[in-house]
């Protein structure tokens, strides 16, 4: 049995692993079976990678701050939007500038346009969303009591039906709201996918940790010089 400390990677499932897998092959970190076919949540990577043996979780991108932040995981790659809607206590050393989009407030364009949809301070007003925390926290700070009705998906459908006024939601091309005759209203925020660290790992397995964020780095500098 080998005696070399094990590394933990948590990756997200989903879209953003089809751009993670280029910056893994640019450090040498890439997982030893086809993450993207396997039924498999535990791959293993390289046997013997800066002194360390690599493993990979394939998990919910929901989940990888959970397992980085509880010490299942050493490090994972996470959505900045998670990072600021579940504010785990994990570092986050490197933005990877993949998964770029954005979060915003979006409605139907006639919505917009009536200013009696829009709530006074003091109004209220029906968000459909999965970002219950960064919607309370944006009314909040504009004075509008927000009623959070949280959805996992089909977001765009809400305020078809007369579920809520409007959505807070991923937006990456437009396409769907388009399709579904919305728009954006607002852009809270612009996402990319961090490097995000367990602390204690970040002290415990420094040189190994450091390795790959080093290592990361460059594949993303590679990547934008590509």
Not at 60 to 75: H, I, P, S, W
Not at 80 to 103: A, F, N, S, T
């Amino acid at each position: 049995m080998s005696d070399k400390p094990v590394l933990t990677i948590a990756l997200s499932k989903g879209r953003i692993l089809e751009q993670t897998l280029p910056l893994l092959a640019f450090a040498g970190l890439l997982p030893q079976e086809d993450v993207q076919k396997t039924r498999k949540l535990m791959v293993d990577g390289p046997d013997d990678w800066a002194g360390s043996k690599i493993r990979f979780l394939i998990i919910r991108a929901a989940d990888v701050c959970t397992y980085v932040e509880k010490g299942a995981a050493d490090l994972g790659i996470s959505g900045r939007d998670l990072l600021m809607e579940l504010r785990p206590h994990v570092y986050e050393p490197l933005d990877l500038k993949i998964g770029k989009c954005r979060l915003s407030i979006c409605a139907p364009k006639e919505t917009i346009e009536a200013e009696r949809s829009k709530p006074a301070v003091g109004g209220r007003i029906r968000i459909a969303t999965k970002y219950d925390y960064l919607t309370e926290q944006y009314y909040q700070q504009q004075g509008i009591q927000a009623d959070i009705i949280h959805l996992y998906g089909s977001m765009e459908l809400a305020p078809l039906v007369g579920l809520a006024d409007r959505i807070v939601d991923v937006v990456e091309t437009g396409n769907t709201l388009k399709a579904n005759g919305l728009q954006e209203e607002v852009k809270l925020f612009d996402i990319s996918s961090r490097l995000i660290a367990n602390p204690a790992s970040f002290v415990t397995k420094k040189r190994q940790v450091q390795a790959v964020i080093e290592k990361m780095r460059l594949a993303v500098q590679g990547m934008e010089n590509s």
